[in-house]
């Protein structure tokens, strides 16, 4: 079957790092991407990653080991208005349909 | 550049009604689009795929005769939930790959949140 594990909820204080972990069994790869999710509101791009090793952007860093099917997504300096649902989701084919975690809440306390 | 839009953002329905939500790539060609729906406080499951041209691929368990989906134009995707019910409440949202080479971004609609009374 296919599975996409990531915690369900992170809390960390204003200025600080967090890490989201996620854990991918799929039929395929074909690229893993990061998406913030704000209540209501739908899914705004963070980052792709489709070969190992590490994609930095700004205060977001994401981390992809295909042979471990492992990625993480970093968040360094937080914000308040980083407070938001950070979902995993593994491309398997070439068609670009998306398969998501079941989402990581991000609390951050001043 | 690359925004998708969709209308309505909310509709109100009674049950057994039928309910149209349209899907628009605004600044580019999407010959494919995908539809989700989202449960509260749940992730967004995929639905279906929308090929333009051709007919809709359909993820198991979702049926093909109550969402209908129609990929009318390279801009535009239609899905139809026909004969609403209230377990049809539920925020759905359409994604098209980028165009422009993008192609690795998928980008979302602003969603819309549909409750059958």
């Known amino acids: 079957g296919q599975n996409i594990d990531q915690p369900t909820e992170m809390t960390a204080t204003e200025g600080a790092i967090v890490q989201i972990n996620c854990t991918y069994q799929?039929?395929?790869?074909?690229?893993l991407f990061w998406y913030q999710q704000h209540a209501g509101e739908a899914p705004t791009f963070l980052s792709y990653?489709?070969?190992?090793g590490l994609e930095e952007k700004g205060r977001f860093s994401s981390f992809l080991s295909r042979s471990k099917g492992y990625s993480y997504l970093l968040l360094k300096e937080l914000q308040m208005k980083d407070s938001a649902s950070y979902l995993c989701?593994?491309?398997?084919?070439?068609?670009?349909?998306?398969?998501f975690g079941a989402g990581t809440q991000v609390v951050v306390t001043p | 550049g690359a925004v998708v839009s969709q209308h309505p953002s909310r509709v109100i329905c009674k049950s057994g009604t039928s309910v149209k939500i349209e899907c628009r790539s605004l600044?580019?060609?999407?010959?494919?689009m995908f539809w989700y729906r989202q449960f509260p406080k749940q992730s967004l499951m995929l639905m279906a795929t929308?090929?333009?041209?051709?007919?809709?691929?359909?993820e198991q368990g979702v049926e093909k005769d109550k969402f209908l989906i129609n990929h009318a134009s390279l801009t535009l995707s239609t899905l139809t939930v026909t004969s609403a019910h209230p377990e049809d409440s539920s925020f759905y949202i359409c994604s098209a790959p980028g165009g422009g080479g993008r192609y690795n971004e998928q980008f979302f609609g602003p969603g819309t949140r549909l409750t059958v009374l």
């Open positions: 799929t039929s395929g790869f074909n690229g």
């Open positions: 990653n489709v070969l190992d």
């Open positions: 929308s090929n333009e041209g051709s007919k809709a691929t359909y």
């Open positions: 600044d580019f060609q999407a010959t494919t």
């Open positions: 989701a593994v491309r398997a084919d070439s068609w670009g349909k998306l398969q």
